[in-house]
């Protein structure tokens, strides 16, 4: 109760405080040229970074990510582990949705079912045994194990709207039915409690969006009043549209376009470490030798981490030994980048492969960064030690199918843990392949450590924070140790805007910037 | 007539026909568009789930067959990517690619019969020199990196430093060569007009006029040197042809000569050319709207690639096929008109 009465209080002082000062009224417009436009209006249609941004302009997750990968109460204003399957939260109260409904536990309830329905999310919500609302505003979560990642989790779940979903449309569709790539009135109209409504949308062209009059965050300085977003895909046009003044704020700057970005006057370039790892899988169920671990070390060592990100990147990049950046979980300080390559030429020799062997090599050619670049370099340092590659690369249309026949001997990989935890790349990295379970689906090399996955498994089932950590830290040295996977870096994510629009503090590693607490600053 | 127009359509639906089937042989190869539905993490038995029910595993001839069905109904297929019928969103996206195409097209009307023709008359004045220069390097720069010095100079603008700017002459050349920009590089702009149907038209307010200057001179930029030269050398052989000589003896004035008698002939090649270049620059239009990230069709069929949209794939080619046609009819039809000798239907005259 008492916790209750303290949260009363402070919505009470917050709209108090939001009216006695009037700055954050003033009216700004907001002009965005991002990559890619949201694919649908409905969350849960697709997975995918566009519509996460999204998510957090039309909804509020129950909580969201800070800058250092800490959790900040959204929705959700508390939250305690009632025992080893059950988290009780509590969600913030006087909250309203765009169509008028309140926020209530029964929504948070339905939105958790839907995603156990969602092709895309339903997998990642496969521990997650059910919801149960106690009161108006508790939800009980319960889990099918122990499992650790709860609040990872609940930064995906972004109430919906149930009341506004439920039914039927007039040509008789469920109002709530998630449609792939189809025609659903979830993927036309939206209700969420985020701090923009959309006013406007025309597909592949632009999205417009107003801010949502009774939203909820009255402490937020954001003075963004209207977003209009224009999907600008082609690198040197979108960096035109900002140096021309055309939009305020564009995402995915390209590192040959950063210098640019960073000397035009009156433009403001916001570089952050990213989470993305990119990396070569080597196939041992095609080569023979890269069933041996002296010749995937030997792989590690001749790769020159530090050029690639250096020169080919142009620090765009920071160098990786492992798959968890810093800030995650799992991150392990001790594993450094091991470019060595008399000790790579030694391991060979040690291997008896002194005479090297021929291979072939697939990347995409428009998936990340430069991937068809960083490809042809890791080429040529492989021809350093003998390991002959014939490299093909390819638009990522293309690349996927191919990857997943997995008639290559070395594929490149980037990787975003979805959970943004360490385990997630072990899940789907280096997992002994099982078709049953999903295990190592992006395990294209058939490498294969039992005791690592047990490890890994283990972990998933640790509550108890630090003893979890402390595996994945000992998870990463086994394959570091082990080669199993050849890592490169961590891509960097880059912004440009316009001066005076203050995105440094609303961007963030998961590449989901916080729109509604921007502040733009006026001339 | 009659007997001509009909045999185009057949040519049409001929054309159509084995694009489709072109197209469907090829879709394996376009990429599997299920993989661009769903998140990376999404596990394989969903992705099967999903290809079942797009009907992804049938054979070539039952997916065939089925688009065929559906296509003499006039349903081409729904866009994955958009949730809508392809023909739908190729509809909505044709204004903003035949208002491109029509401002480059006026552009290279106006420009190149005026240079072209005084550079036939005047060969060796400085002025056609320059022309003639100009268009080499015109023809030489692919359309992405004229399309790139556009935006660099008109949008963003350029500053020049290079004379020193403490003489009177050096601040003056380096303020004469700089630009301050301004001009809108991406886009059709909000002041659109609504015609009617799907067709909304930049060409009926300012703004909507400025959105569409820098991409129509990019795309112009292509045809225009060609269609110069063309002028040009079709011009110069009018001239020498007896029927001038005949004219100049009888004493007829120049200008008659020139614009009346011989622009005439001179247009007779320049139409047919003409014809199937305008069929080519909707082709080149793919490249001029990425950059200009202009809503038309150029950059839907680029984005549907590489999404492998593939009921927009084979609608879009099919509809470009029809355009190619029906563009070939209409410059016989202007051919037969200028020139009253040619028949259309084939027979000697």
Same mark, same amino acid.
């Given at each position: 109760?008492?916790?209750?009465?303290?949260?009363?209080?402070?919505?009470?002082?917050?709209?108090?405080?939001?009216?006695?000062?009037?700055?954050?009224?003033?009216?700004?417009?907001?002009?965005?040229?991002?990559?890619?436009?949201?694919?649908?209006?409905?969350?849960?249609?697709?997975?995918?970074?566009?519509?996460?941004?999204?998510?957090?302009?039309?909804?509020?997750?129950?909580?969201?990510?800070?800058?250092?990968?800490?959790?900040?109460?959204?929705?959700?204003?508390?939250?305690?582990?009632?025992?080893?399957?059950?988290?009780?939260?509590?969600?913030?109260?006087?909250?309203?949705?765009?169509?008028?409904?309140?926020?209530?536990?029964?929504?948070?309830?339905?939105?958790?079912?839907?995603?156990?329905?969602?092709?895309?999310?339903?997998?990642?919500?496969?521990?997650?045994?059910?919801?149960?609302?106690?009161?108006?505003?508790?939800?009980?979560?319960?889990?099918?194990?122990?499992?650790?990642?709860?609040?990872?989790?609940?930064?995906?779940?972004?109430?919906?709207?149930?009341?506004?979903?439920?039914?039927?449309?007039?040509?008789?569709?469920?109002?709530?039915?998630?449609?792939?790539?189809?025609?659903?009135?979830?993927?036309?109209?939206?209700?969420?409690?985020?701090?923009?409504?959309?006013?406007?949308?025309?597909?592949?062209?632009?999205?417009?969006?107003?801010?949502?009059?009774?939203?909820?965050?009255?402490?937020?300085?954001?003075?963004?009043?209207?977003?209009?977003?224009?999907?600008?895909?082609?690198?040197?046009?979108?960096?035109?549209?900002?140096?021309?003044?055309?939009?305020?704020?564009?995402?995915?700057?390209?590192?040959?376009?950063?210098?640019?970005?960073?000397?035009?006057?009156?433009?403001?370039?916001?570089?952050?470490?990213?989470?993305?790892?990119?990396?070569?899988?080597?196939?041992?169920?095609?080569?023979?030798?890269?069933?041996?671990?002296?010749?995937?070390?030997?792989?590690?060592?001749?790769?020159?981490?530090?050029?690639?990100?250096?020169?080919?990147?142009?620090?765009?990049?920071?160098?990786?030994?492992?798959?968890?950046?810093?800030?995650?979980?799992?991150?392990?300080?001790?594993?450094?980048?091991?470019?060595?390559?008399?000790?790579?030429?030694?391991?060979?020799?040690?291997?008896?492969?002194?005479?090297?062997?021929?291979?072939?090599?697939?990347?995409?050619?428009?998936?990340?960064?430069?991937?068809?670049?960083?490809?042809?370099?890791?080429?040529?340092?492989?021809?350093?030690?003998?390991?002959?590659?014939?490299?093909?690369?390819?638009?990522?249309?293309?690349?996927?199918?191919?990857?997943?026949?997995?008639?290559?001997?070395?594929?490149?990989?980037?990787?975003?843990?979805?959970?943004?935890?360490?385990?997630?790349?072990?899940?789907?990295?280096?997992?002994?392949?099982?078709?049953?379970?999903?295990?190592?689906?992006?395990?294209?090399?058939?490498?294969?450590?039992?005791?690592?996955?047990?490890?890994?498994?283990?972990?998933?089932?640790?509550?108890?924070?630090?003893?979890?950590?402390?595996?994945?830290?000992?998870?990463?040295?086994?394959?570091?140790?082990?080669?199993?996977?050849?890592?490169?870096?961590?891509?960097?994510?880059?912004?440009?805007?316009?001066?005076?629009?203050?995105?440094?503090?609303?961007?963030?590693?998961?590449?989901?910037?916080?729109?509604?607490?921007?502040?733009?600053?006026?001339? | 007539?009659?007997?001509?127009?009909?045999?185009?359509?057949?040519?049409? #639906?001929?054309?159509?026909?084995?694009?489709?089937?072109?197209?469907?042989?090829?879709?394996? &190869?376009?990429?599997?568009?299920?993989?661009?539905?769903?998140?990376?993490?999404?596990?394989?038995?969903?992705?099967?789930?999903?290809?079942?029910?797009?009907?992804?595993?049938?054979?070539?001839?039952?997916?065939?067959?089925?688009?065929?069905?559906?296509?003499?109904?006039?349903?081409?297929?729904?866009?994955?990517?958009?949730?809508?019928?392809?023909?739908?969103?190729?509809?909505?996206?044709?204004?903003?690619?035949?208002?491109?195409? %029509?401002?480059?097209?006026?552009?290279?009307?106006?420009?190149?019969?005026?240079?072209?023709?005084?550079?036939?008359?005047?060969?060796?004045?400085?002025?056609?020199?320059?022309?003639?220069?100009?268009?080499?390097?015109?023809?030489?720069?692919?359309?992405?990196?004229?399309?790139?010095?556009?935006?660099?100079?008109?949008?963003?603008?350029?500053?020049?430093?290079? %004379?020193?700017?403490?003489?009177?002459?050096?601040?003056?050349? &380096?303020?004469?060569?700089?630009?301050?920009?301004?001009?809108?590089?991406?886009?059709?702009?909000?002041? #659109?007009?609504?015609?009617?149907?799907?067709?909304?038209?930049?060409?009926?307010?300012?703004?909507?006029?400025?959105? #569409?200057?820098?991409?129509?001179?990019?795309?112009?930029?292509?045809?225009?040197?060609?269609?110069?030269?063309?002028?040009?050398?079709?011009?110069?052989?009018?001239?020498?042809?007896?029927?001038?000589?005949?004219?100049?003896?009888?004493?007829?004035?120049?200008?008659?000569?020139? %614009?009346?008698?011989?622009?005439?002939?001179?247009?007779?090649?320049?139409?047919?050319?003409?014809?199937?270049?305008?069929?080519?620059?909707?082709?080149?239009?793919?490249?001029?709207?990425?950059?200009?990230?202009?809503?038309?069709?150029?950059?839907?069929?680029?984005?549907?690639?590489?999404?492998?949209?593939?009921?927009?794939?084979?609608?879009?080619?099919?509809?470009?096929?029809?355009?190619?046609?029906?563009?070939?009819?209409?410059?016989?039809?202007?051919?037969?008109?200028? &020139?009253?000798?040619?028949?259309?239907?084939?027979?000697?005259?």
């Amino acid at each position: 109760m008492t916790f209750k009465k303290t949260l009363l209080a402070s919505v009470i002082g917050a709209a108090l405080a939001a009216t006695a000062l009037p700055a954050t009224v003033s009216a700004e417009t907001l002009r965005i040229g991002y990559a890619a436009d949201p694919e649908t209006l409905d969350i849960h249609e697709q997975l995918s970074g566009g519509m996460l941004r999204f998510s957090h302009l039309a909804f509020d997750p129950l909580v969201r990510w800070t800058q250092d990968f800490q959790f900040e109460p959204r929705l959700a204003t508390g939250w305690e582990q009632l025992d080893d399957t059950t988290v009780r939260i509590r969600l913030r109260e006087g909250v309203s949705f765009h169509s008028g409904n309140p926020f209530t536990a029964a929504d948070v309830v339905w939105t958790i079912e839907r995603l156990k329905e969602s092709p895309d999310y339903r997998a990642i919500f496969e521990p997650i045994a059910g919801a149960e609302a106690v009161n108006e505003h508790t939800v009980d979560i319960t889990t099918d194990g122990p499992y650790p990642l709860l609040l990872n989790l609940a930064t995906y779940i972004f109430p919906m709207d149930r009341e506004y979903y439920n039914g039927t449309t007039d040509n008789g569709q469920d109002k709530a039915e998630i449609v792939k790539a189809g025609n659903s009135f979830a993927s036309r109209n939206v209700s969420g409690t985020g701090p923009f409504i959309v006013t406007e949308r025309r597909q592949g062209v632009r999205v417009e969006m107003e801010r949502f009059a009774d939203y909820w965050d009255n402490d937020s300085e954001g003075n963004v009043s209207r977003i209009v977003l224009t999907p600008i895909a082609e690198n040197a046009a979108r960096v035109s549209a900002l140096l021309s003044g055309g939009v305020d704020f564009i995402d995915a700057v390209p590192p040959n376009d950063l210098e640019r970005v960073r000397q035009a006057q009156g433009i403001d370039l916001v570089e952050i470490p990213g989470t993305r790892i990119i990396g070569f899988q080597l196939n041992e169920e095609r080569v023979e030798a890269f069933a041996d671990p002296r010749v995937r070390q030997a792989v590690a060592y001749a790769i020159n981490q530090e050029g690639i990100a250096d020169r080919l990147m142009r620090g765009f990049a920071s160098p990786a030994a492992q798959f968890s950046p810093p800030g995650y979980s799992g991150h392990n300080p001790e594993l450094t980048p091991r470019y060595d390559l008399e000790r790579a030429q030694a391991l060979m020799e040690e291997a008896g492969y002194a005479d090297g062997f021929s291979i072939d090599m697939i990347a995409p050619n428009n998936r990340y960064v430069n991937d068809a670049q960083i490809a042809q370099a890791v080429a040529n340092m492989l021809a350093r030690i003998n390991i002959n590659a014939n490299l093909r690369t390819m638009p990522l249309a293309q690349y996927w199918p191919e990857y997943d026949e997995r008639t290559s001997d070395m594929a490149m990989i980037g990787w975003h843990s979805d959970t943004e935890d360490s385990a997630n790349f072990f899940q789907y990295l280096s997992a002994c392949f099982d078709a049953e379970t999903g295990a190592g689906q992006y395990n294209y090399g058939g490498y294969c450590n039992e005791a690592l996955d047990t490890l890994v498994a283990r972990a998933d089932g640790e509550t108890d924070l630090e003893a979890r950590n402390a595996m994945l830290r000992e998870a990463e040295a086994m394959l570091h140790e082990d080669a199993g996977f050849i890592m490169l870096h961590w891509q960097n994510l880059a912004y440009g805007a316009r001066e005076g629009v203050e995105i440094a503090p609303v961007v963030n590693a998961t590449d989901f910037p916080y729109l509604g607490d921007l502040v733009i600053q006026r001339d | 007539m009659i007997a001509f127009l009909t045999k185009r359509l057949m040519h049409a #639906l001929m054309v159509m026909f084995i694009i489709s089937v072109i197209a469907f042989a090829i879709q394996d &190869n376009l990429g599997d568009p299920i993989q661009q539905m769903v998140g990376q993490s999404v596990p394989e038995s969903e992705r099967e789930a999903l290809r079942e029910q797009f009907g992804l595993n049938d054979p070539f001839h039952v997916q065939y067959l089925r688009f065929a069905g559906n296509a003499l109904t006039g349903d081409f297929g729904t866009s994955y990517f958009y949730r809508e019928p392809a023909l739908e969103v190729i509809a909505r996206h044709l204004p903003a690619t035949l208002e491109l195409v %029509f401002g480059a097209t006026l552009l290279i009307v106006l420009l190149s019969v005026p240079i072209g023709v005084y550079s036939a008359i005047k060969p060796r004045s400085p002025i056609s020199r320059f022309f003639m220069g100009a268009s080499i390097i015109g023809i030489s720069i692919p359309v992405f990196l004229t399309a790139i010095l556009l935006i660099q100079v008109f949008s963003i603008g350029v500053t020049v430093t290079l %004379f020193p700017q403490g003489t009177a002459w050096g601040s003056w050349l &380096n303020a004469a060569l700089s630009t301050s920009g301004g001009m809108p590089s991406f886009g059709r702009g909000h002041d #659109l007009v609504h015609v009617f149907g799907h067709w909304e038209t930049n060409l009926a307010s300012l703004d909507g006029l400025k959105h #569409l200057v820098l991409p129509s001179v990019a795309l112009a930029s292509i045809m225009l040197p060609l269609f110069i030269r063309l002028i040009r050398a079709e011009m110069m052989e009018v001239l020498q042809s007896e029927y001038v000589k005949f004219a100049r003896a009888k004493g007829i004035g120049v200008r008659r000569i020139y %614009f009346i008698h011989a622009l005439k002939n001179t247009m007779l090649p320049v139409i047919t050319v003409g014809g199937v270049q305008i069929g080519t620059m909707v082709a080149y239009t793919i490249l001029t709207e990425t950059v200009f990230q202009w809503p038309g069709m150029g950059l839907m069929f680029l984005d549907a690639i590489n999404r492998a949209d593939i009921p927009l794939i084979v609608a879009y080619l099919m509809i470009v096929g029809v355009i190619f046609v029906v563009t070939n009819t209409l410059v016989d039809l202007i051919y037969g008109l200028v &020139n009253p000798t040619v028949k259309l239907t084939g027979k000697p005259a």
